[in-house]
């Protein structure tokens, strides 16, 4: 995926919402509901709770757990330092 498709800010950075939790179900035996629950920021003082939620086929369901778990892997196989990350 491009960097190009993301959510940025006016500044041009890219929005990040904090997952504090998700669920998942299924659908007649056809689909996957996933809930999101994450934190978002609103004028710039006031933390609010949302959550989201998808239909997922299990094809969709198995490339993207694939997706996630190559970039997890490749963050948790970098050498590791003494320094902070930012």
Request: hydrophobic share 40%; with cysteine; net charge negative.
């Amino acid at each position: 995926m491009a960097f190009e498709e993301f959510e940025k800010d006016e500044n041009g950075e890219f929005v990040a919402r904090p997952v504090t939790g998700y669920s998942t179900a299924t659908i007649a035996g056809m689909a996957i509901l996933l809930l999101i629950r994450y934190r978002e920021l609103q004028q710039e003082t006031e933390i609010v709770d949302k959550s989201i939620q998808f239909a997922l086929t299990p094809e969709q369901c198995l490339l993207l757990a694939e997706a996630l778990r190559k970039g997890a892997k490749a963050i948790l196989d970098q050498p590791h330092s003494d320094q902070p990350r930012n």
